[in-house]
């Protein structure tokens, strides 16, 4: 990979950053998105970069990372060496410059390095669907409780700091198989300085996560404290861990036909979990919320009932982590399912009660069934005897298996059971470098301490002549052997773009690897080069990145049909031995512009009240290939349209917004937004009648 230089500084306290720093080599990216480029940082494993666009670096940004260097959060959630805990999270540790002169310029920051092989977005964990495809039945609930616990304690140690997430949502929070949790894009947070107590704002939102006090709001131009906001968000997340993938406001019936989004329902409070709306249900796979402790329960209606309107009373995060702690604490295992764990109080298992009650409904945790994805062949590959497989559960998970009620005939709650202490944290260390085998000692093995002992003094031999020397043996060091991956690629590309790929060529064995890449065809070449053979030495890894040129492929009949393949070959030359990459390359279709409704029309609209701003909304969809991007125009200032402008591979919800206040006191509005993008243009007539 291409290598820049860079220069790692530490942030005086009072102001500024020390001059000087250390060098550091950066090779990538690994990594690029809208704001800059992820960076491995090279000898330093556990270490990346972020190195922001130019065009996003300004004076606040540079003093933001600035105060997320001087205040970090506690619990080791940065990554120290002597960690053990179960979490970590992408938080800036030292300031990048281009130099160390006084007058350099600022570039980015380093962070932990999160190993995205073994953590994934948190919807893949509780999206029963996501889970079971990955993990089987494996990942159980005690497992969801567990995530759920880690995420309340992060949340908690970052408040502790007065920082807030601001956008707490399942994209920047990971999980591992193991429950452990991962935090990304820290320097989107709220950051306060503790010494200048200046507060960095964060200016992102995710709509699903969003309190009711917080719908609408321009978080560009109005600068918000998220602690409400987080508790509120931190209360959606648990549900979900806790309810198979329900949203809390995820709702049916006639009290919610006129609210078709999530954000609609929580403007409105319809949590349809405790009866308040006679005409408003759960959803109808949802599982029973009686499952759920009583403990928990009240959280949840302090957070979506009482604090719906008093954001005041919202849970903590870290009364989330005390109650999820204790629930852990008091689990207990079903005696027909080795995968079903449920709540210490019920009588009998909830899972084998809803399979029961629904035949044919998948079961969110099927007994001994692991996924097909990479994730269910880490988490174990064969499965082991049930004394052994409760012992693991119980190590990684950090706590005992529950107190063995009798079953009735229901699964209500008994009377609370007595609390177990928990010896060890909830989830085990995980180490987000690299993933290793855990070890699991006996159920009551005592941990033993070896202390070292002083070397007793040896006596002086007696002198004696000196040996005759013999001939030494020495091996001759085994050769060089070469190994290479990937060992083929298929790949789409653009006709006037470009793809890329890595190649990674590895001596296997000793001494210097050296030999030659060589592509068969003009459209394959190799980055920085413009050429169609690379030279390379290695003593262990060499890695270069080969380049497809849509504009250069074959033309010719039949070349540009949606069906067109080509072919073509890397051949990699070695004195450590010699293979070929094949090379498969379809050409990507144009993106292309679908919407799902060509007119929104609102009837009778009431403007009495104070509330003059109705909503509604309508999907962009990338028909093709690529990247859609352009803009969403109304042609009227009482229709406003979020977002302005759309990038998106799959597609995109557009909120259309009319503010009566500024239309024209008519009975009857019309308008239209006007949609340009890459792959096509649009119309979407808006009409809007006024009740008399």
């Known amino acids: 990979m291409p290598e820049i230089t860079v220069y790692s500084r530490t942030p005086r306290t009072a102001g500024g950053f020390e001059c000087g720093g250390q060098r550091i080599t950066l090779s990538g990216p690994i990594k690029s998105g809208g704001e800059g480029m992820i960076y491995a940082v090279k000898y330093s494993d556990g270490i990346c970069a972020k190195v922001y666009h130019k065009n996003k670096i300004n004076a606040e940004l540079r003093d933001k990372v600035k105060a997320m260097i001087n205040n970090p959060p506690g619990e080791n959630l940065t990554g120290e060496p002597d960690s053990s805990h179960s979490s970590l999270i992408s938080w800036a540790i030292s300031a990048l410059y281009d130099s160390n002169l006084p007058d350099a310029h600022f570039l980015g920051f380093t962070m932990p390095l999160i190993d995205t092989s073994m953590f994934r977005e948190a919807h893949r964990y509780y999206d029963p669907d996501d889970r079971i495809k990955y993990m089987g039945g494996t990942f159980t609930w005690l497992y969801l409780l567990t995530a759920a616990f880690n995420i309340a304690s992060v949340v908690s140690a970052i408040h502790l700091k007065g920082h807030r997430i601001g956008d707490m949502s399942a994209s920047n929070i990971l999980v591992a198989r193991t429950a452990a949790v991962s ?63 329900f949203h809390p406001y995820q709702a049916r019936g006639a009290g919610v036909d006129g609210l078709p989004t999530i954000e609609a329902k929580i403007k409105q409070g319809k949590f349809a979990y405790e009866g308040t709306f006679p005409d408003v249900r759960p959803p109808k ?17 302090r957070c979506f009932v009482t604090g719906h309107s008093e954001k005041e009373k919202r849970p903590a995060a870290s009364e989330w982590a005390a109650a999820l702690k204790n629930e ?24 084998c009660a809803v399979m029961a009650a629904n035949p044919g409904r998948k ?58 202490p928990v010896k060890t944290p909830p989830a085990t260390p995980v180490s987000t470098q690299t993933a290793k085998p855990q070890t699991t000692k006996p159920p009551n093995a005592n941990p033993q301490t070896i202390k070292p002992q002083p070397a007793k003094p040896q006596q002086a031999a ?39 790929f890595v190649i990674k060529v590895e001596n296997k064995g000793e001494g210097t690897l050296i030999g030659t890449l060589e592509s068969d065809c003009d459209w394959l070449t190799f980055r920085g080069t413009g050429r169609k053979d690379i030279d390379f030495s290695a003593a262990k890894v060499f890695e270069t990145a080969a380049v497809i040129d849509g504009s250069k492929l074959p033309d010719g009949a039949g070349s540009d049909a949606a069906d067109a393949t080509f072919t073509g070959r890397i051949t990699v030359a070695s004195n450590g031995g010699r293979t070929e990459i094949p090379v498969k ?46 803009t969403v125009t109304p042609n009227r200032d009482w229709i406003r349209a979020v977002p302005e402008r759309i990038s998106t591979a799959d597609s995109v919800t557009v909120a259309v917004e009319i503010d009566t206040a500024k239309a024209p006191n008519t009975l009857l509005l019309f308008g239209k937004i006007n949609i340009e993008t890459n792959g096509g243009s649009a119309e979407i007539t808006v009409g809007v009648t006024i009740q008399k």
């Open 183 to 245: 935090f990304i894009d820290c320097d989107s947070f709220q950051i306060t300085d503790a010494a200048s107590k200046k507060t960095y704002y964060t200016k992102v939102a995710t709509g699903d996560f969003l309190p009711p006090e917080l719908m609408g709001v321009n978080f560009r131009t109005d600068n918000i404290d998220r602690y409400y906001s987080d508790l509120f968000a931190l209360g959606v997340m648990i549900f979900r861990f806790l309810m198979n993938g």
């Open 285 to 301: 796979n949802a599982p029973p919320y009686a499952m759920i402790s009583p403990e928990l329960r009240s959280l949840f209606h």
């Open 328 to 351: 852990i604490a008091n689990i207990q295992k079903c005696d027909r399912n080795d995968n079903h764990y449920f709540s210490g109080g019920l009588r009998k298992c909830p899972w």
């Open 363 to 420: 079961d969110p945790f099927p007994a001994g069934k692991m996924g097909k994805g990479n994730d269910a062949q880490k988490t174990a590959t064969a499965k082991p005897p049930a004394g052994e497989r409760e012992e693991r559960v119980r190590t990684e998970v950090g706590t005992g298996v529950g107190s063995g009620f009798g079953f009735g005939a229901g699964f209500g709650f008994s009377k609370p059971a007595k609390a177990q």
């Open 462 to 500: 007696p002198a004696q002549q000196p040996a005759k020397a013999a001939p030494v043996k020495t091996n001759p060091p085994n050769p060089p052997m070469l190994s290479v991956t990937p060992d083929s690629v298929e790949m789409k590309v653009m006709r006037n773009g470009d793809a890329e």
């Open 585 to 630: 390359v379809a050409l990507a279709k144009d993106p292309k512009l679908e919407t799902d409704r060509g007119k929104i029309i609102i009837k009778d609209a009431d403007i009495a009240s104070d509330a003059t701003v109705i909503r509604s909304e309508f999907t962009v969809t990338n028909g093709g290939d690529g990247i859609l991007t352009g």
